[in-house]
């Protein structure tokens, strides 16, 4: 019987996962299909009991699921209780165990791309939602000297900014006004995008979370969202002279980890990354 992987989220048809993990698993020659589903909030506690039966591995999970799912799962990994999120979940004979791999994701990103190490950095995060989560956990694990969280609603960055202070980093928290980005972006050393601002098939595409005169020249810039692989703030940070990071590179990165988890061997990073960039190029 094949074995099945996926992905959910909704909306759910901006995802490449299914492309560079189903190459992935070509590859290694595994009788399996790796498919995206759009499962929206209602219908997630149904899906989720189907994830038990015994062809499933297990699947990736994306926005607005991130939190959601916890409820309904048996065990979480200590990444992923420290993250407060879970983007992957492993079905172990029935079981379903929470992981977040983003965490992961994001830092091999940084230091494989950019040689950028975040120990003493300051950070502007845009965002407090479920990719947020687990971008600080990789902010207060490399011991950033600073992390200012931005969100329109601000008891959400509230809430999430207590989570870095307890762990010991200076964390503040601010809405998403434009004097308030300002101030917060100009002596920040990474700049990283949480949101869906930008993100393809949504109603904030072509649009930009900060403008290029809010951005300092010397910042990295790493927006998470990879669908455009140039996004609106790829491309105001560009013109703003500041480095810049796409978010698909840390989408291979966390996928590949998953990968790992649920087959328990080494991953094809390097046909995955391939497939992922093909995709977007417009080369497949």
């Not at 149904?46 to 591995?57: Q, S």
């Not at 004979?93 to 950028?116: S, V």
């Not at 200012?148 to 307890?166: D, F, M, P, S, Y």
């Not at 990968?259 to 977007?280: D, I, K």
Request: glycine fraction near 10%.
């Amino acid at each position: 019987m094949p074995v099945a992987l996926g992905i959910i989220g909704y909306p759910i048809n901006h995802s490449i996962s299914p492309i560079f993990q189903q190459a992935a698993l070509d590859h290694i020659g595994l009788h399996a299909a790796y498919r995206a589903s759009e499962v929206p909030p209602e219908r997630l506690a149904g899906f989720l009991k189907t994830l038990r039966e015994e062809k499933y591995l297990g699947i990736n999970v994306t926005v607005p699921h991130k939190v959601a799912v916890i409820p309904y799962l048996d065990e979480m990994d200590p990444t992923a209780t420290a993250a407060g999120a879970v983007n992957t979940i492993l079905n172990l004979n029935g079981k379903l165990i929470g992981h977040n791999t983003d965490t992961y994701g994001f830092l091999q990103g940084l230091k494989i791309e950019r040689r950028f190490e975040c120990r003493d950095k300051r950070v502007l995060v845009l965002g407090a939602g479920g990719a947020a989560r687990g971008v600080l956990q990789a902010l207060i694990q490399e011991r950033v000297i600073e992390c200012v969280i931005a969100n329109r609603t601000l008891h959400k960055a509230e809430r999430l900014a207590a989570t870095g202070l307890q762990m010991g980093i200076d964390c503040k928290s601010i809405g998403m006004a434009w004097e308030e980005l300002s101030l917060a972006a100009v002596n920040a050393d990474l700049i990283v995008n949480c949101t869906t601002i930008g993100m393809a098939h949504t109603l904030n595409e072509g649009d930009s979370p900060l403008q290029p005169q809010q951005i300092p020249p010397g910042a990295l810039v790493y927006d998470l969202v990879y669908n455009p692989l140039v996004t609106p703030l790829i491309r105001a940070a560009a013109r703003a002279g500041a480095d810049t990071l796409g978010g698909i590179h840390m989408l291979v990165y966390q996928g590949a980890a998953s990968f790992e988890l649920w087959l328990g061997s080494e991953a094809p990073v390097e046909v995955m990354m391939q497939a992922a960039v093909n995709t977007m190029s417009g080369d497949d």
